[in-house]
């Protein structure tokens, strides 16, 4: 069952700062003959900093568009600005040096990360990243065309293996990162791809009130009864009991990172075995939400160590067959 979100009336601003019942929000002072040019902005549509619209049209990153913003690089609605958290409309005109900043192609990558190599644009340490990982296989992909401006979704530890999702979608990437939110669905893709290099295709769902959700290559169901999931295969010395997979379901308290930090609360959905040898075993464990090293911490917590993590799904996002290091493109999710 989906449930309608309210709406409040939308009111417009008249001279003097009056209400009244409209369809926009308009504040225009009538002494003021230039205010007649600008155009009136729908009363849902909201302001962010200049750099970070720059940044979600695809242009450069958010670090990137502040520093231009502030050497005067960027003039917005026709004068220079200096402010990275000057307000703008995502529809606004942008320009760069004068060049207009249009919205850039979406692109939607999956990526079987290797152990080892960290999950940032740049380390300090001189560590290789995802980003380094993901030129290189993109140039081999697509020999000749520029890299795309892109990010991961949310991150996997040096120390883990696995799924992680890149794009340059800042909305979609919200989406699938936000938890506890209900959703509406936000664009939906249902054709089945031929092509080799696309694996995936559906329905991503947009936060409203409870979890983002996502149904991949199927009939539209319910949002409420699909559920934003994580799992992951964990390789752990030892052999976890049953008592010990129960309270890791159950939930419990776990030890702060830093000291004098208070205690955190942790949970699985589930978590069972997959696989069992003489001195370890395979477990399954689905999370559903994002808090930091949480497997590693519950299960040392517990008395386990992790030798492996690997990430094998993100909500209807499979690993699949993908080899490690290697890079595939996902299917554009569409309106």
């Not at 940044?55 to 502030?70: D, M, P, Y």
């Not at 980003?131 to 890299?147: I, R």
């Amino acid at each position: 069952m989906s449930f309608p979100r309210k709406r409040e009336s939308p009111t417009l601003y008249k001279e003097g700062g009056a209400r009244s019942e409209a369809g926009m929000t308009i504040q225009m002072s009538f002494n003021n003959k230039s205010n007649w040019n600008k155009r009136p902005q729908a009363a849902k549509e909201k302001t962010h900093g200049v750099a970070r619209v720059i940044s979600k049209r695809g242009f450069c990153s958010r670090s990137q568009a502040e520093n231009l913003v502030r050497e005067g690089h960027v003039s917005l609605r026709g004068k220079i600005v200096r402010d990275p958290d000057t307000p703008a409309y995502e529809s606004d005109e942008i320009l760069v040096d004068g060049t207009p900043v249009e919205t850039a192609q979406k692109f939607y990558f999956a990526m079987n990360k290797p152990r080892g190599i960290v999950t940032t644009a740049s380390d300090e340490k001189g560590r290789k990243t995802v980003m380094d990982l993901f030129h290189e296989q993109y140039a081999k992909m697509f020999p000749g065309k520029p890299v795309p401006h892109i990010s991961p979704v949310g991150r996997l530890d040096a120390a883990s293996e696995g799924l992680l999702l890149f794009t340059n979608d800042t909305q979609w990437a919200d989406a699938l990162l936000q938890t506890r939110e209900r959703a509406k669905p936000y664009r939906r893709e249902t054709r089945e791809s031929h092509n080799p290099n696309v694996i995936l295709s559906g329905t991503i769902y947009e936060t409203r009130g409870f979890s983002p959700l996502v149904e991949l290559g199927s009939k539209e169901q319910d949002p409420v009864k699909v559920q934003r999931t994580k799992i992951y295969r964990v390789q752990v010395s030892g052999h976890p009991t049953a008592d010990d997979l129960a309270k890791m379901e159950k939930g419990f308290n776990v030890p702060p990172r830093v000291f004098g930090e208070p205690e955190e609360f942790m949970h699985a959905v589930s978590a069972k075995f997959y696989s069992a040898g003489e001195k370890n075993c395979w477990l399954e464990i689905t999370l559903d939400e994002g808090k930091n090293r949480e497997i590693r911490r519950m299960l040392a917590h517990l008395g386990y160590e992790v030798l492996r993590l690997v990430r094998i799904k993100f909500c209807n996002y499979e690993l699949g067959d993908l080899k490690q290091g290697e890079i595939k493109q996902l299917n554009s999710p569409r309106p």
